[in-house]
């Protein structure tokens, strides 16, 4: 199993199995400019919108260069979140394109690790089902595994299956668009709502 640490001068992480226990830390979230804007953040920080992320998150904490720089407490969908900030000054991106490249080794590790996963599990189940199906949600977990399955399974072998809630936010319809474009001989099962597509 890989462990988590920070890549302090790259305000970016490491996937390392060889982590020193002091230097391991609970495996952070990104964090873009969209959740900064939301929560008041564009107060204190300035800071591009961009799609690369901005900070790392564990909880309510909220980091940058592996040094904790502020943290929301309490909030609700009517109330703002009491902000503690002990930065001042600007955010630069987290540069993904690095960071991969750091951790090329251990995610191609990881990425075997899953496929051979999916692989035995299918071969395990396949005929106790009917039918193998992916569950889409158009966000980045589900776009991994559906990734992940693709490279293993023929695209006759499962569906994916994409419920709109009502509540996604417009880059999940974009993905959901893409996604159709790029895995073309796939049966992706669902609709956009407020959309005359229908998936089948």
Not at 158 to 187: A, S, W
Request: charged share 30%; hydrophobic share 35%.
């Amino acid at each position: 199993m890989y462990k988590v640490s920070w890549d302090r001068k790259n305000n970016s992480i490491l996937l390392d199995d060889k982590t020193d226990e002091k230097d391991q830390i609970v495996p952070p979230r990104p964090v873009f400019f969209e959740e900064l804007n939301l929560l008041g953040f564009n107060k204190y920080w300035d800071y591009p919108k961009t799609d690369a992320p901005l900070l790392w998150s564990i909880g309510r904490r909220y980091f940058y260069k592996g040094g904790c720089i502020a943290e929301a407490k309490g909030g609700n969908i009517y109330e703002s979140p009491e902000l503690i900030v002990t930065y001042k000054g600007r955010l630069k991106p987290v540069d993904v394109d690095r960071m991969i490249r750091k951790n090329k080794e251990s995610l191609y590790v990881i990425q075997n690790e899953a496929i051979d996963f999916v692989q035995d599990t299918y071969k395990k189940h396949k005929e106790k089902v009917d039918y193998t199906a992916v569950a889409f949600s158009g966000g980045k977990d589900s776009q991994v595994v559906l990734d992940i399955v693709s490279r293993v399974l023929g695209p006759d072998e499962y569906v994916v299956i994409f419920t709109d809630t009502g509540m996604e936010i417009p880059f999940t319809h974009e993905n959901v668009e893409k996604t159709r474009e790029i895995y073309q001989e796939l049966c992706l099962v669902g609709s956009l709502q407020g959309s005359k597509s229908h998936y089948v």
